[in-house]
């Protein structure tokens, strides 16, 4: 079966080929003229959800929230029947990751897109009722989705009984107000649950005992997305969007700002090389700079570099090259621009949006923009380089209690592999060795 | 504790907080959508501040019973997210990504102009109470950088040169 959208008559955009900025999102007519609900009409009809299950697993969608896990196995872990209960679907729309703007795009401009694909997976996992966990600015979203929903609730798409069969799933938009750590799945369901997002133990995970202790899924917006198209078109369609070479399925909403000469979103196969985005979509690098380093996808992703431009943003060959896809955002820096300076930037916004809760973190990551700060000034000491090399594994994987630490890590530590003479430029002059007493590094609170 | 005594002594005359009809059937609309009152915690904090500017401690008192939860709590809650205001904020909040996609477009020399025109630093208010100062972290306009919010309204790419017309229709 194959499905012809008008504004993108080769298919090969799905996610974005109803979108046209200029005009605006499709309301619940125009999104059904493009066949829009056809496949939310069809799992109900066709597909049980053990079935469209293994359809998801099959295609190989990977979330493109940052992590990559694949969706098929971490819906696996839901339990299925009768008896299962009340469980609960969340979309992460917490879009906060430094340098990423691609969800956005997706909410303001197709939120039917959305609410169809919740309601595919609100299907698939039998949940009863789900939330779109969005960030508080995203004003402008909020607001196209709360129409989006109320037009899908009066068809029957989602509420009661959807589309006449006994299945029920209640869809709401819950806002947030402010802080990147509500982005991690276990800090999102505390603040969805109305406490300080602050990040929980796992195990338990989420799909065993997650928002208000019951069974919860937590996908990215752009995963959720990928949903629809899948059914409509098969698996072996949506493993053929991806570019030649890459194990990959599907297609990938990429991005490039910072120096870029036209920053913006595009969606391309997943495995466009990186060079492709900066170079074609993005029109290279802006005033005739050279590039210098580029984050392949957030703030919490190492740096890679110029030589790396060739390599397919898939996220196999981006971790094999030391750095990880993220969310696919490249981030570029020009040759007349100081690392020292983005990287104190950077953690100076993890310090900021650490949560608090465990002390290598909230203690940690000042104490490198501290460091960084002095380095930036060229009022370094001798061994400030060595002390954030030691950093990075204090506050590295396994150190803290969640990932947000590490993340923060990953440029600090590329940074100082590929850029260590900018680094040692920062040390001032007549820094000399001098003994430190215990506890004496230990930093006040930035600010 | 001065300020505590004060307060204790002052408390007979001092009027009574109390969250108006509207303020009080909003949060109640919003608890019913979850299987817990509290769950509308941030969304209640949201009502008191669309209505007030920002959440004082006795709205705290006030709101958390309609939650099931207690103030310390609710507390917990307002103190941690940065949207909410615990302090009296100007007639307009400008918020200035401080990410690194506005790093590397100059958002530093834009900071510098708002404070220089302005006369104030981060979290602070302009004398007239028309302008309050904040950082804010990535606001997922990065192909729009550097960018700020003034209220709910997305600006940019913006240059220093920019930032009177920026400011003017906010009075």
């Known amino acids: 079966m194959s499905v012809r959208g008008a504004r993108d008559p080769e298919y090969r955009r799905p996610l974005t080929r109803l979108i046209d900025r200029a005009v605006g999102p499709l309301d619940r007519a125009g999104y059904e003229a493009e066949n829009g609900y056809g496949a939310l009409r069809d799992v109900i009809a066709r597909l049980e959800p053990p079935a469209l299950q293994a359809l998801i697993k099959d295609s190989n969608l990977r979330g493109r929230g940052g992590a990559g896990f694949p969706t098929g196995v971490k819906w696996g872990l839901i339990p299925l029947g009768p008896d299962a209960g009340t469980k609960y679907l969340i979309c992460n729309a917490d879009e906060m990751e430094p340098g990423t703007f691609k969800d956005r795009l997706l909410m303001e401009q197709a939120p039917h897109q959305l609410i169809e694909a919740m309601a595919i997976a609100g299907w698939a996992l039998q949940a009863t009722s789900g939330y779109i966990f969005l960030r508080g600015e995203y004003v402008v979203a909020a607001e196209r989705l709360n129409r989006a929903i109320g037009e899908a609730r009066a068809a029957g798409y989602v509420g009661k009984n959807v589309l006449g069969s006994p299945w029920s799933f209640e869809l ?18 505390n603040s969805l649950e109305g406490r300080r997002a602050n990040p929980r133990a796992k195990p338990p995970f989420p799909q065993i005992a997650g928002a208000w202790g019951r069974p919860t899924i937590v996908n990215n917006v752009e995963t959720l997305c990928n949903l629809p198209h899948i059914v409509l078109n098969g ?16 297609t990938k909403l990429y991005g490039c700002s910072g120096r870029a000469a036209k920053p913006g979103c595009w969606e391309l196969p997943i495995g466009t090389t990186a060079r492709e985005i900066l170079e074609v979509h993005a029109g290279g690098m802006k005033d005739g700079r050279k590039l210098k380093a580029w984050l392949p996808g957030g703030g919490s992703t190492d740096f890679l570099l110029p030589q790396h431009l060739d390599l397919a943003m898939d996220y196999e060959t981006i971790q094999k090259a030391g750095s990880r896809l993220g969310t696919g955002m490249m981030t570029v820096v020009a040759d007349d621009q100081s690392i020292v300076s983005a990287v104190r930037n950077l953690e100076e916004f993890f310090a900021r949006e650490s949560c608090g809760l465990c002390t290598p973190c909230r203690d940690g ?20 380089i060595e002390l954030l090399g030691k950093l990075t594994r204090w506050l590295g994987p396994g150190m803290t209690f969640c990932l947000h630490a590490p993340g923060a890590m990953e440029p600090l530590q590329s940074a100082l592999k590929h850029f260590r003479a900018e680094f040692e430029a920062g040390v001032a002059p007549q820094a000399q060795p001098q003994p ?11 600010r | 504790m001065s300020e505590s005594i004060v307060r204790f002594v002052d408390a007979g005359d001092a009027p009574v907080f109390v969250l108006s009809d509207e303020e009080r059937a909003e949060i109640l609309h919003e608890v019913a959508h979850y299987p817990d009152p509290r769950a509308a915690s941030i969304e209640a904090l949201k009502i008191i501040q669309k209505h007030r500017g920002w959440v004082s401690d006795d709205a705290i008192v006030v709101a958390a019973p309609l939650l099931g939860i207690s103030a310390a709590e609710l507390e917990g809650v307002a103190t941690f997210y940065s949207l909410i205001f615990r302090r009296p904020v100007g007639r307009h909040v400008i918020k200035v990504c401080d990410s690194i996609s506005c790093h590397l477009t100059g958002y530093e020399a834009l900071r510098d102009a708002l404070i220089e025109r302005l006369g104030i630093g981060y979290g602070q208010t302009t004398h007239d109470g028309r302008f309050t100062l904040l950082p804010i972290c990535c606001l997922g306009a990065c192909d729009r950088g550097a960018c700020l ?16 017309d920026a400011l003017e229709p906010y009075r």
Do not use: F
């Open chain 1, 172 to 189: 709401r938009v819950h806002t947030g107000a402010g802080r990147y750590i509500c982005g991690e799945e276990t800090a999102l369901i």
């Open chain 1, 235 to 250: 698996v072996d369609w949506y493993k053929g969007l991806r570019a030649p070479g890459s194990n990959d399925s599907g």
């Open chain 1, 365 to 384: 990551l000042p104490w490198s923009v501290k460091l960084l700060r002095a380095l930036e000034r060229g009022e370094g000491r001798h061994d400030d």
């Open chain 1, 436 to 446: 430190r007493a215990v506890g004496a590094g230990l930093p006040a609170m930035q």
């Open chain 2, 149 to 164: 919010l003034i209220d709910d309204d997305l600006h940019g790419p913006l240059t220093p040169e920019q930032v009177a």
